[in-house]
Antibody, heavy 116, light 107 residues
Framework: EVQLVESGGGLVQPGGSLRLSCAAS????????MYWVRQPPGKGLVWVSN????????TYADSVKGRFTISRDNAKNTLYLQMNSLRAEDTGLYYC?????????WGQGTLVTVSS | DTQMTQSPSSLSASVGDRVTITCRAS??????LSWYQQKPGKAPKRLIY???SLQSGVPSRFSGSGSGTGFTLTISSLQAEDSATYYC?????????FGGGTKVEIK
């Protein structure tokens, strides 16, 4: 079964940092681009970042560029999102998802709350 | 940036009704368009990819059509379990953008 499991979310003060992880199983992780998508409370879906198969190419939404870093470890089948200089508007549920003509499947999400 | 305008933002329909949701792109996205269903407290689930291809395991009452700038998701006979919020996504150009969502309620 293809599965994505996020972890690492939590409560952090503005200006703080968090590192999200996404453990992949049931498929050849190194064969796929991977993505982070977030959902602010009660709102819609927003693409955050993606990374290519071997980690050599990354793209970011303007809202997180320079603050977030996406990476992957294909030996560990794990995707990461390092989030620095966090702001209140970064609050939300963060999903990792596999790219393939859109996004499928999705993990269950990990909640990030930025608040003092 | 390619803006995805989704309509309506919400609708209420009866079991058995035909339901249509539209997404309009501010510039052409070819057929790089997919549709997602999200139920409360759950992760999104892909229903349609490449504008009109049905995801494996998704009921055939769901269908997608369109290309370029206009796309449609149709539920041919609405069921109670279809109560959810639906989103379109364009992955043709960065930034990747979702529609604002359509909340479907059952009367």
């Amino acid at each position: 079964e293809v599965q994505l499991v996020e972890s690492g979310g939590g409560l952090v003060q503005p200006g703080g940092s968090l590192r999200l992880s996404c453990a992949a199983s049931g498929f050849s992780f190194s064969g796929y681009w991977m993505y982070w998508v977030r959902q602010p409370p009660g709102k819609g879906l927003v693409w955050v970042s993606n990374i290519n198969n071997d980690g050599t190419d990354t793209t970011y939404a303007d809202s997180v560029k320079g603050r977030f870093t996406i990476s992957r470890d294909n030996a560990k089948n794990t995707l990461y999102l390092q989030m620095n200089s966090l702001r209140a508007e970064d609050t939300g549920l963060y999903y990792c998802t596999r790219g393939n003509l859109g996004f499928d499947p999705w993990g269950q999400g990990t909640l990030v709350t930025v608040s003092s | 940036d390619t803006q995805m305008t989704q309509s309506p933002s919400s609708l209420s329909a009866s079991v058995g009704d035909r339901v249509t949701i539209t997404c309009r792109a501010s510039q052409g996205v070819g057929n790089d368009l997919s549709w997602y269903q999200q139920k409360p407290g759950k992760a999104p689930k892909r229903l349609i990819y490449a504008a009109s291809s049905l995801q494996s395991g998704v009921p055939s009452r769901f269908s997608g059509s369109g290309s370029g700038t206009g796309f449609t998701l149709t539920i041919s006979s609405l069921q109670a379990e279809d109560s959810a919020t639906y989103y379109c996504l364009q992955h043709n150009s960065y930034p990747l953008t979702f529609g604002g969502g359509t909340k479907v309620e059952i009367k």
